[in-house]
């Protein structure tokens, strides 16, 4: 498996690298620390050539620095590392990174270090709307001090893209570490019309049970604590939110939904309002081209 992990040194990024160490994984991982270097940003605004050299110095240092602490957390493991320092914008360099080297995962820290990114939109929205790849955007829970099992909340939809997400899960030898639990949610689909119309409530939740069943006898394959859950919502997005905070997931993972424009810029769709809003990691899950 291809993975490249997008680290600025934070905080956010310490936290992205501690959690991919220690996700299991049955194959060997190829793995691309990408520090993205600032530099290049500074040119239009600084005559100083020689302070942009000691600028460009600081950050090759730095991720250096950055790529010993990773290889310290992968040692013993089965993988391959090698640091990659790239220059341009954030995350179009991340994207096209991760396209050009066919990786089949980002995994990145929620926030980065710059508080003007944290103002326009985060790298990590940004990475994960437009990669052609799986992203794993990281939000600390708490794992790494209390060493217990990995939670999962698995949203499931009956999609494409979920059957992808379920498919992706399959990769990792997850064992029975994790605790899965499958989620689908009911709404009642809102239909304008001066005909009036009714739902078999009754029918589409057990539509749904099955669905749910199905998704959780393949995963019982790759952990023996997989359970289903059922809730009713008007709001899909906040319904998986909701239920992975109260249930103190580490992870959401989803297929990833809405890659139009429309949904992109106008509209939003269910994965996007889930990383946003979201207090856990969530795991985009997207077939990439070719794959």
Not at 166 to 193: C, E, H, R
Not at 241 to 265: C, H, P, Q, W, Y
């Amino acid at each position: 498996m291809k993975i490249i992990l997008a680290t600025d040194g934070s905080a956010h990024s310490e936290d992205a690298a501690w959690l991919l160490a220690h996700l299991p994984h049955s194959d060997k991982l190829e793995l691309v620390v990408l520090y993205v270097s600032n530099a290049p940003n500074l040119r239009g605004s600084m005559n100083d050539a020689e302070l942009i050299r000691r600028i460009e110095i600081a950050d090759e240092l730095r991720a250096k620095s950055i790529f010993q602490h990773v290889s310290a957390l992968f040692e013993g493991a089965n993988a391959s590392l090698e640091l990659v320092i790239a220059e341009g914008h954030i995350g179009t360099t991340i994207v096209h990174e991760a396209k050009t080297r066919e990786s089949d995962l980002i995994v990145i820290g929620a926030v980065g270090h710059s508080l003007f990114e944290r103002m326009l939109g985060s790298i990590s929205d940004f990475v994960a709307t437009h990669a052609h790849c799986s992203v794993l955007v990281v939000r600390p829970t708490g794992l790494e001090t209390r060493r217990r099992p990995i939670d999962l909340c698995i949203a499931y939809d009956e999609s494409e893209p979920s059957a992808e997400a379920i498919k992706q899960l399959g990769q990792f030898g997850w064992g029975a570490k994790t605790n899965m639990d499958v989620v689908g949610v009911v709404t009642i689909p809102f239909v304008y019309s001066e005909i009036p119309y009714e739902f078999d409530l009754e029918e589409i939740k057990d539509t749904k049970e099955q669905a749910i069943g199905d998704a959780a006898e393949e995963l019982s394959k790759l952990s023996p604590n997989v359970k289903t859950h059922i809730i009713d919502s008007t709001h899909v997005g906040d319904a998986l939110v909701e239920f992975a905070k109260k249930k103190g997931s580490d992870v959401i993972v989803m297929g990833n939904t809405g890659d139009g424009m429309l949904s992109r810029f106008l509209v939003g769709s269910t994965s996007r309002y889930v990383l946003r809003h979201a207090k856990c990691s969530v795991w985009i899950a997207r077939k990439h081209a070719g794959a």
